[in-house]
């Protein structure tokens, strides 16, 4: 059988961190241990770095896109 959790909640946890979610709160979203979202955010990004990397100046102006829309997130009012 299978074991641990299926892949589309791994999938939603590690889209909620990456939209700037604490792993608690992952934990509270999705009824998982932050522990196994720790985990998968961690696996996620080492199958990342292994990526074979084809221009440096792109993937860094993508990096500091996603720096600048979690800034603005992160302060729009109660959540």
Not at 13 to 42: C, D, M, P, T
């Amino acid at each position: 059988g299978q074991r641990g959790y299926p892949g589309h909640i791994k999938r939603k946890a590690i889209q909620l961190y990456l939209e700037g979610n604490v792993f608690r709160r992952i934990e509270r979203i999705l009824k998982v241990s932050h522990v196994s979202v720790i985990n998968w955010v961690k696996k996620a990004g080492a199958k990342l770095e292994k990526l074979p990397k084809k221009d440096e100046k792109v993937e860094v102006l993508e990096l500091d896109e996603l720096c600048v829309n979690f800034k603005k997130t992160s302060g729009s009012g109660p959540q």
